[in-house]
């Protein structure tokens, strides 16, 4: 399995960004995908995550609640962080991440993203 992000760039204070990300691959069903980020000298830090059977949303990190939106198309297995009213606090390299499984096995997996990065510039 693998994920690729996209939608990172550079945006100023108070405007919005849209990060995609795809998972690829065969045999593998979705257990939870989600974002990360982590800014210089900071450690990587959960963003949201949503449960891909559910769509519950099994958290948002405090500081992005009301701001972002994290949602999925999961007739193509890709997941959205829809990023708005964007600070500088907001500046890092965003990651995405999926828990699953490989169909009819029990073990769960993970995998990560390249990471795309986010500047919010003021």
């Known amino acids: 399995v693998q994920l690729q992000a996209s939608g990172g760039g550079l945006v100023q204070t108070g405007g919005s960004l849209r990060l995609s990300c795809a998972a690829s691959g065969s045999g593998f069903s979705i257990e939870t995908m989600g974002w990360y980020r982590q800014a210089p000298g900071k450690q990587r830090e959960s963003v949201a995550t949503?449960?891909?059977?559910?769509?519950?949303?099994?958290n948002y990190e405090p500081s992005v609640q009301g701001r972002f939106t994290i949602s999925t198309d999961n007739a193509k297995k890709t997941v959205h962080l829809q990023m708005n009213s964007l600070k500088s606090e907001d500046t890092a390299v965003y990651f995405c991440?999926?828990?699953?499984?490989?169909?009819?096995?029990?073990?769960?997996?993970?995998?990560w993203g390249q990471g795309t990065l986010v500047t919010v510039s003021s």
């Open positions: 991440h999926a828990r699953w499984r490989y169909y009819g096995r029990t073990y769960v997996r993970e995998n």
């Open positions: 949503v449960d891909w059977n559910s769509g519950v949303i099994t």
